[in-house]
């Protein structure tokens, strides 16, 4: 079992960042690919990015391609995604997820609560 939490969001005004974490409880979540969603009101949860187990490959929703960075720090079990350039439409929950690196949510096996982002603009 592979517990996440996520922190790091909260407001931020357009054009700002944000770093979100990902805390694993585990030490075997080196070995698991990671993901991270979001998920606006009224809307389907959404892929962001994703992550290899050693962070070689990533992938990036267009939407957020060059302003959002993905990457992991195994030894500290926490993968982070980096947001620039905050839009108003980046604003959801963002949860990361640990299983894969697909698109899809239900390729997922593991889940966090995830973290509020909001974006004024």
């Known amino acids: 079992q592979v517990q996440l939490v996520e922190s790091g969001g909260g407001l931020v005004q357009a054009g700002g960042s944000l770093r979100l974490s990902c805390a694993a409880s585990t030490r075997t979540f080196s070995n698991y690919p990671v993901g991270w969603f979001r998920q606006a009101p009224g809307k389907e949860r959404e892929f962001v990015a994703s992550?290899?187990?050693?962070?070689?490959?990533?992938y990036y929703a267009s939407s957020v391609k060059g302003r959002f960075t993905i990457s992991r720090d195994n030894a500290k079990n926490t993968v982070y995604l980096q947001m620039n350039s905050l839009k108003p439409e980046d604003a959801a929950v963002y949860y990361c997820a640990a299983g894969s690196i697909t698109t899809i949510t239900s390729g997922y096996n593991y889940w966090g609560q995830g973290t509020q982002v909001t974006v004024s603009s």
């Open positions: 992550i290899t187990w050693d962070g070689s490959v990533t």
